[in-house]
């Protein structure tokens, strides 16, 4: 085996190559899962949303007044995603759509991204 001393040293730069790939390869998919678990969150709570609003459509009251309503209860859940009520219809006298839209912000100090998050539910 011959030791050549101009090979000296390659197999650190290699190792260093590799821990910042895995290193960023890891960052992006924190960053996605969390990203992802912050809209299934909002698809669910805008689904528990859709279906109080038709509850209390069904009992009478007035949609804005509703609106309002559930709105105060909402800021509350989502402190740290500035969740905002983008949309409660009634459709076709029927159907009642919210849009509900949520600031997602990167968990990772390293990656500041900030990206609106929008989920839509309907409940007839």
Not at 40 to 46: C, G, I, K, P, Q
Not at 61 to 75: A, C, F, H, P, Y
Not at 108 to 119: A, K, M, N, Q, T
């Amino acid at each position: 085996m011959v030791d050549l001393h101009s090979e000296r040293g390659t197999s650190l730069v290699w190792f260093t190559a590799l821990l910042t790939v895995v290193t960023s390869i890891c960052l992006v998919f924190a960053t996605s899962i969390n990203q992802y678990l912050l809209a299934r969150e909002l698809t669910d709570y805008a689904e528990q949303f859709a279906v109080a609003t038709k509850t209390l459509v069904n009992q009478g009251q007035d949609i804005q007044t509703i609106e309002q309503k559930l709105i105060s209860v909402t800021s509350s859940r989502f402190k740290n995603s500035d969740l905002v009520v983008e949309n409660v219809n009634l459709v076709d006298s029927k159907t009642v759509e919210v849009v509900l839209c949520a600031t997602w912000q990167s968990p990772i100090p390293l990656v500041p991204v900030d990206r609106s998050v929008c989920e839509k539910a309907l409940s007839r």
